[in-house]
């Protein structure tokens, strides 16, 4: 292959015949040749006169270079141009491509994926074997060598994993490389002590060619308390010039939808791999928040889940007197149940049914003394994690708890009665509070001037007072004092729970000063001790691209495994949930560091950035004809002969030459009339498999099927339409029928996409494998196998044979068996949710509205449906009457299909019984 510059030439020897136009130019200065002059002396006669015919004396220089041009194109044509020609690999033998497949290939997985499906493609053309292996998930056996093209077809399947590779893992399949091979290790770009091992391995079988770029890679930490807001943290490799990057807090709104709540942006400073910022919301928001995102970035790494650290606290209210002793107003709970109640879900009950609740915080508003087991429970509770919030009042300044000695219960001793305005302590006028020190949770709190304090409890001077006040009056005096135990705190405010004492109650300081503690109470991370022997069950699962998915089908996880917060194949990030709490496990812990992968001097490393190969050869043969037929038309005009028909032909000529340039506009008419089309009745589609015999017995057996519809049910439909998965809506479409071909090309990635919007959004699809369930949707048939590929990425739920009860059996009539052209009973649909049970007084169970999305089965339906346009039957169906009872049957079974994809579970409803039952007994 000749190469120059951004092109190359396949027959590069061609080019020089380049050499003989100027040649062909003074060949082509010489037609026509130039007229001899002769002197007559009869011309005199003639001036005067028009000619009706001229024709030069000399071919004009630019219609020698349109010819040229011309000739030139010709030769450059066939010399097989090719734009961004890729150079080829040296190598033979098998080719294994790495990749790492973490969450961090997902931000540009589209890449890599045109990077790997351009390695096996030039393995094809040179008759390589190849393996693709991912080390989040690497084969145990080793990697399996198979043609090239066949592995291109696996790799709309391939897709990166939410976690890093295992180092257990990946040294495992360094353990299983035998032979030798050529590798092309795919790198996400960090730094991990599991490569060194493994490419040691691969250096021993062969050579090894790194791809990485050096792109920026950003992740979230787990977003953490401090001083009342929320701090994120983010990290990044390489630390390069400063770099701003907006977070978002994506939650549920008060209609259930989710949105973005609230937005900051972090800023990387220059040089710097880490970066802080922090976010202020009302609680009310900041309870709907279920995660942070970085904007734009499609990765896991960029998204953190938070858990119960953002959500209500549960709060419980025990008041020493009860609270029927006088108005609300005066009920030392009622300005707690205010303030609290917007923000956290309130308990009430003794001490002893509340303890059992296990809630985030205690308020004990003016409770004196406690009985004994009482004491114990209570202070084992805080020494595990809990926060006591205790009010002072009559009943604690009367009594004597914490004079002689300190109260476990109390932060401090407390000094014999009370301070009061008029008493033995008399402060003349009531105090205000003084600023708040920064130790104190309260720091930053602005303190109204309306706030004051006429009567307290005075705390016992002590040496442990100054460290243990966290709040205090305008005098020195402490107003609330703290005291850490265990995992857990103590806390006394020295005043009433309600205005008796102080007008604290009254504003909104008291409301955020409860707020304050109530976040200094979150439940630190369970540890093993506290999650061994339990079971938690997955609600939400994250994807590689940082999507959220429904996983309340899956397995629960042990308690152990929570524990540990590394996400792995056993522990997939997400929101995990036992009866009472909630864990999040995220892909990037909160000391997680990035550095950029470093590999040995030796090793090649190369860019991912691939430009596609344009051949070139079509576009200028069509150029060089397009001049050919504009030399014909000049020539006609500079000679004259550019008149009559001929004028018209040229006509002609230049108006297809107009219509062969002109960019064609008519794609999206086409697609407005599909669109019309499709929706203006109710049309059944079929997938086209590429084999034209077989999507013509698609469209045969749904036209039968659409006349079935016709005549036996108020449905009308239209005739069927093909569907091609790569350009169609497929929403227009309540049911596809799609022919199981072996060989036939996978859905491109957007053919997935738009495959698995309309199995979520109510679609159905018939898989029919033709092979009469041989296979039983295993291996054991071309068919089979093929099924399988096509299913690996699509979201299809866990599948069942068809239930005697399924809606199935009576959406129309009453069936139990689904023959087509060949009978099998085993058809396939969506699994019926484990808690499905009989309903009282009904025959079958009480299932849910929902569609199954999918249909899979081998009886070759669209041949027992199939009619031709006279409506006759195309293909014989079993043997003499047997086998037309057996088409009736598979014209029911459609029948009842379209029913059950236009009108959902409805005969599931009690009030079908009576009838169904009468039915059932015929």
Do not use: C
Request: charged content about 20%.
């Amino acid at each position: 292959m000749f190469t120059l510059g951004p092109l190359a030439f396949t027959s590069g020897w061609l080019l020089l015949g380049l050499i003989a136009l100027p040649v062909l130019w003074i060949l082509l200065r010489a037609v026509p040749p130039a007229p001899i002059r002769r002197r007559f002396p009869g011309v005199a006669l003639l001036l005067g006169l028009a000619d009706a015919e001229s024709q030069s004396d000399r071919t004009p220089w630019w219609l020698l270079l349109l010819r040229l041009a011309a000739v030139a194109a010709v030769i450059i044509g066939f010399a097989g141009p090719i734009l961004n020609p890729q150079p080829a690999r040296p190598g033979t033998g098998p080719l294994l491509i790495i990749a790492d497949g973490t969450w961090a290939d997902a931000r540009d997985w589209e890449a890599r994926t045109d990077r790997m499906s351009a390695l096996l493609d030039e393995a094809a053309r040179a008759g390589r074997t190849a393996a693709i292996v991912t080390l989040t998930a690497p084969p145990i056996d080793g990697p399996n060598f198979q043609p090239a093209a066949a592995v291109s077809q696996q790799l709309p399947n391939i897709t990166p994993a939410a976690w890093e590779p295992k180092p257990d893992a990946v040294a495992d399949f360094a353990g299983t490389l035998t032979g030798s091979f050529e590798t092309f290790w795919l790198s996400d770009g960090l730094a991990r002590d599991s490569r060194a091992a493994l490419l040691t391995a691969l250096e021993a079988r062969g050579t090894v060619t790194i791809f990485q770029t050096p792109r920026s890679t950003v992740a979230l930490r787990p977003p953490r308390f401090e001083d009342g807001a929320i701090a994120l943290s983010g990290v990044r490799t390489p630390s390069g010039p400063e770099l701003t990057v907006p977070v978002q807090a994506i939650g549920l709104d008060p209609a259930g939808a989710e949105r973005v709540l609230a937005a900051v942006d972090m800023t990387f400073d220059a040089g710097n791999n880490t970066a802080e910022v922090t976010l202020s919301l009302p609680p009310e928001l900041r309870n709907r928040v279920s995660r942070f995102a970085v904007a734009g970035v499609r990765s896991a790494g960029a998204v953190t889940l938070t858990d119960d650290a953002l959500r209500r606290r549960e709060v419980a209210l025990i008041s020493g007197g009860g609270e029927a002793e006088g108005l609300n107003l005066l009920s030392p709970l009622y300005y707690l149940r205010e303030a609290l109640s917007p923000t956290a879900d309130l308990i009430d009950g003794t001490l002893a049914d509340v303890l059992q609740a296990n809630p985030d915080v205690v308020i004990l508003a003016d409770v004196a003394n406690l009985a004994g087991t009482e004491e114990e429970l209570l202070l084992e509770w805080v020494e595990n994690g809990g926060l006591l919030l205790r009010f002072a009042g009559p009943r604690l300044a009367a009594s004597d708890v914490g004079r002689t000695s300190e109260d476990p219960l109390l932060p401090i001793r407390l000094r014999a009665g009370g301070r009061s305005v008029g008493g033995a302590l008399s402060w003349g006028e009531p105090k205000s509070l003084a600023p708040f020190q920064e130790n104190s949770p309260f720091f930053g709190l602005q303190i109204p001037e309306d706030v004051t304090v006429t009567s307290q409890v005075v705390a016992q001077p002590d040496p442990a007072l100054a460290d243990r006040s966290i709040a205090q009056l305008a005098d020195g005096t402490p107003l609330v004092t703290r005291k850490i135990v265990g995992e857990g705190q103590i806390v006394l405010m020295h005043v009433t729970a309600n205005a008796e004492w102080s007008t604290l109650p009254l504003s909104g300081l008291f409301v955020q000063m409860l707020e304050r503690l109530a976040i200094s109470a979150r439940v630190s991370t369970p540890e093993l001790a506290d999650l061994d022997g339990t079971v938690w069950l997955p609600q939400s699962q994250m994807d590689a691209f940082g999507r959220m998915n429904d996983a309340r089908t899956q397995a629960g996880v042990a308690g152990a495994v929570i524990a540990q917060g590394t996400a792995g194949p056993d522990l997939p990030p997400g929101l995990y949930a036992d009866d009472d709490a909630r864990i999040a496990v995220n892909v990037v812990g909160p000391d997680t560091v990035l550095s950029t992968a470093q590999w040995p001097a030796g090793t090649p490393v190369e860019g991912l950035e691939v430009r596609a190969e344009t051949p070139l050869q079509g576009w200028l043969l069509a150029a060089a004809l397009l001049m050919l037929m504009l030399d014909v038309i000049a020539s006609l005009a500079v000679g004259g002969r550019l008149r009559g028909p001929r004028a018209d032909i040229a006509a002609v000529m230049l108006l297809a030459l107009w219509i062969g340039v002109t960019p064609k506009t008519g794609a999206a008419q086409d697609t407005d009339n599909f669109a019309i089309q499709a929706t203006s009745n109710v049309v059944l589609g079929y997938v086209t498999t590429g084999d034209a015999q077989i999507d013509d017995v698609s469209e045969a057996g749904l036209r039968g099927l659409s006349e079935t519809l016709f005549r036996r049910t108020s449905i009308e439909p239209a005739a069927p339409m093909a569907v091609d998965l790569e350009r169609d809506e497929l929403a227009f479409f309540p049911f596809l029928y799609w022919p199981v071909v072996p060989g036939a090309p996978l859905p491109s990635r957007d053919a997935y996409a738009k495959l698995n919007r309309y199995l979520r959004s109510g679609g159905m699809i018939l898989f029919d494998t033709r092979d009469a369930d041989t296979a039983r949707f295993g291996s054991a048939s071309p068919e089979g196998r093929q099924l399988q590929v096509i299913a690996r990425s699509l979201d299809i739920p866990p599948l069942e044979p068809i239930p005697e009860d399924h809606v199935l059996t009576r959406a129309f009539y009453l069936l139990q068996d689904f023959p087509g052209r060949t009978d099998s009973r085993d058809v396939w649909v969506e699994a019926a949710p484990p808690d499905a049970e009989l309903a009282d007084g009904m025959p079958f169970r009480n299932l849910n509205d929902g569609v199954t999305p999918v249909v899979i089965g081998g009886n070759d339906w669209a041949r027992a449906w199939a009619v031709d346009a006279r409506g006759s039957k195309m293909f014989p169906v079993g043997r003499g009457q047997a086998g037309e009872i057996q088409r009736e049957y598979a014209y029911r079974f459609g029948v009842n299909l379209i029913m059950h994809v236009l009108t959902g579970n409805y005969k599931s409803d009690q009030v079908h019984v009576p009838n169904l039952l009468e039915r059932l007994g015929q």
